[in-house]
C-alpha cells in the first residue's frame, strides 16, 4: 500500500542517531550567513568523497558507518543499501546546509558543547571506558574525537531545526483526514493489534514539615556557598541536583518563554537578573535554586539544582494503607473506580478524566499490547475484567515512591482499522503523508538551488530525490 510503504522507508532511514559525516566546513555562529550558491567551493580532493551537498561532504566510510549505528540500535540492514544510506545523509546535508542560509536558525557552539558533554558522558557509561568509544570511531585521541563529535552534532541539529521548520506548521482539518482514510482501498486498510485502556489511583505518602526543611537548609547552604565562598553551581548542580534530565551538564537548561514549563519555575526564572541566583522555591517535582547565566530577550539560559524531600517509612504504611482501603470500598460497589480516581487520586494528570492513563507515544487512551511498556504490561495482564489491583509500590522517575490501584477499563481486540474507532491512529498516518509531501516539495526545491555533486559508481544509484538534477 502506497502510504504504508513511504512511512517504513521514511521509519528507517530517519530512526538513526546519525554519528555519520563530519562537516566539511563549520561556520561560527558569530560569523555572517553565506548566500547559497551554485558554484562550488574550492576543495582539496580527498580520497573516499562519494558526494559533495553545499557546505559539506560525505565520505564513502560515512556510510559505513551508518551502518553500524542502524545495527547498534537493533535495526536489520539486509535489504538497506548502500544507495538508500547515502541518499538519507544527503537528505541530512541538505538540512543542514540550508540552515545555514537561514537567518532564522540559530545553533550556539555552547549549545553543541553542553550537548556534548551529555552524549560522551552517556557513551563512555554504556561501553565502558573512553578508550573502548575512541577504539570504536576509529579516533586516536580524545582531542581528536571531540573535534570530530562536535562538527557531527552541530550537523545533526541544523538538520534537526530545518527539518522541524519545514514541518511545524503542517496542519491537517478533519476533511483531509477523511479523504485520506477513504482513499485507501479496502483490502489494504492496516490492521491495528490488540489493545486495552488502563485506569489509575495514585496515592501519594506524605512528606512531614521536618523533610521538607532539610531540603531547603541545603539548598541554601549551597546557594551560599557560591555567593560568599565562589563555589561553582555547575559543579554542585553534577554532586547533588535529583534532575535526571540535566543534572550530568551542570543543571544547565535553555528557556524560552512560549515552551512550556513548571509554572513556579518559569515565574521564578525570568525574575532574576543575569547573574542572580533564587532563594529555593517549590514545584510539583522538590525544591529548586536557579542561577541565571545569560538573557536573550524571550530566552535564557539558566542551571539549576534539583532536591526532593524523603519520604519516610511511616508516611509509606499509611499510603499503603489508605490504598488498601480505596481497594475495598471499590471492590465493595461503595463507588466506582472513576469516582474514586476524581475524588481520593492525588495524580493531577488523570484525576479529573476519572483516572483514565494516557499513552505517552500517541496521547490516545488506547495502549497496543504488543508495544506496551513491559512495567506496565506486567501488572494489569493478568487482571480480570473489572477487577482492581492491589497496591503496587511504584517509583517515578524522580525517584519518588506512590502506591498505584490499576484497572483494565476496556479491551479492544485485533481489527482492521475503522474510522470512527482509530480516529487518532488514522489522522496521524494522514499528517504523516502530509508531512512527507511537504518534505518533498521542498527537497525538490532547494536541491535545484544548491551544489550537488556525487562521485563514481554512486552516480548509477537510483535515488528517491532528484539529486542528478535530471
Known amino acids: ?64 558507518m551508518e551502518y553500524i549505528e542502524l545495527s547498534s540500535q537493533g535495526i536489520s540492514t539486509e535489504n538497506v543499501s548502500r544507495c538508500e544510506l547515502l541518499g538519507k545523509l544527503m537528505e541530512d546535508r541538505l538540512y543542514a546546509h540550508q540552515a545555514l542560509q537561514d537567518s532564522t536558525i540559530v545553533v550556539k557552539d555552547s549549545e553543541i558543547n553542553n550537548m556534548m558533554e ?113 563555589a561553582s553551581f555547575t559543579t ?54 536557579i542561577l541565571v547565566e545569560k538573557i536573550r530577550g524571550q530566552e535564557i539560559d539558566l542551571r539549576h539544582i534539583l532536591l526532593t524531600p524523603k519520604v519516610s517509612d511511616d508516611a509509606l504504611r499509611e499510603a499503603k494503607e489508605k490504598a488498601q482501603l480505596v481497594r475495598q470500598r471499590i471492590m465493595d460497589g461503595e463507588l466506582s473506580f472513576a469516582d474514586a480516581a476524581r475524588s481520593l487520586s492525588d495524580e493531577k494528570e488523570t484525576r479529573a478524566n476519572g483516572g483514565i492513563l494516557l499513552n505517552p507515544k500517541t496521547m490516545d487512551s488506547k495502549f497496543e499490547l504488543t ?25 517515578d522517575y524522580r525517584k519518588m515512591k506512590k502506591y498505584k490501584l490499576l484497572m483494565v477499563t476496556n479491551r479492544i481486540d485485533s481489527h482492521i482499522a475503522d474510522y470512527a474507532t482509530d480516529y487518532i491512529k488514522i489522522k496521524d498516518l494522514a499528517l504523516k503523508e502530509k508531512q512527507f509531501e511537504a518534505i518533498g516539495k521542498w527537497s525538490n526545491e532547494k536541491i535545484l538551488e544548491t551544489y550537488i555533486k556525487i562521485n563514481g559508481e554512486y552516480r548509477n544509484c537510483q535515488f528517491m530525490n532528484n539529486w542528478m538534477k535530471k
Open 371 to 395: 508495544k506496551m511498556d513491559p512495567t506496565l504490561y506486567g501488572y494489569v495482564s493478568n487482571l480480570k475484567d473489572n477487577e482492581v489491583s492491589v497496591p503496587i509500590l511504584d517509583e
Open 236 to 289: 554542585r548542580a553534577v554532586l547533588y541536583s535529583e534532575d535526571p534530565g540535566s543534572r550530568s551538564i551542570g543543571g544547565y537548561i535553555k528557556m524560552n518563554r512560549k515552551k512550556q514549563f513548571v509554572k513556579e519555575f518559569k515565574e521564578v526564572a525570568f525574575s532574576l537578573n543575569e547573574g542572580e541566583i533564587s532563594k529555593p522555591f517549590e514545584t510539583e517535582y522538590g525544591y529548586h535554586i
Open 118 to 230: 551529555e552524549r560522551i558522558a552517556y557513551m563512555v557509561g554504556q561501553i565502558g571506558s573512553v578508550e573502548k568509544m575512541l577504539k570504536f570511531y576509529n579516533k586516536k585521541s580524545e582531542e581528536d574525537f571531540r573535534s570530530f563529535f562536535f562538527d557531527v552534532l552541530k550537523q545533526n541539529k541544523l538538520s534537526t531545526e530545518m527539518r522541524n521548520k519545514v514541518v511545524e506548521e503542517v496542519e491537517i482539518t478533519p476533511e483531509e483526514v477523511r479523504n485520506f482514510f477513504k482513499k485507501i482501498p479496502s483490502e489494504d486498510l492496516p490492521t491495528f493489534g490488540a489493545e486495552m485502556e488502563v485506569s489509575e489511583i495514585v496515592i501519594e505518602p506524605k512528606i512531614t514539615q521536618v523533610e521538607k526543611q532539610k531540603v531547603i537548609d541545603k539548598l541554601n547552604e549551597i546557594r551560599n556557598d557560591v555567593l560568599n565562598n565562589g
Open 1 to 64: 500500500m502506497k502510504f504504508i510503504n513511504k512511512t517504513a522507508i521514511a521509519l528507517i532511514l530517519l530512526v538513526s542517531f546519525a554519528f555519520s559525516g563530519k562537516a566539511q566546513e563549520i561556520i561560527s555562529e558569530d560569523a555572517p550567513v553565506k548566500k547559497d550558491t551554485v558554484e562550488p567551493f574550492k576543495r582539496k580532493k580527498i580520497d573516499g568523497i562519494v558526494a559533495t551537498v553545499g557546505e559539506y561532504i560525505i565520505l564513502d566510510s560515512d556510510i559505513d
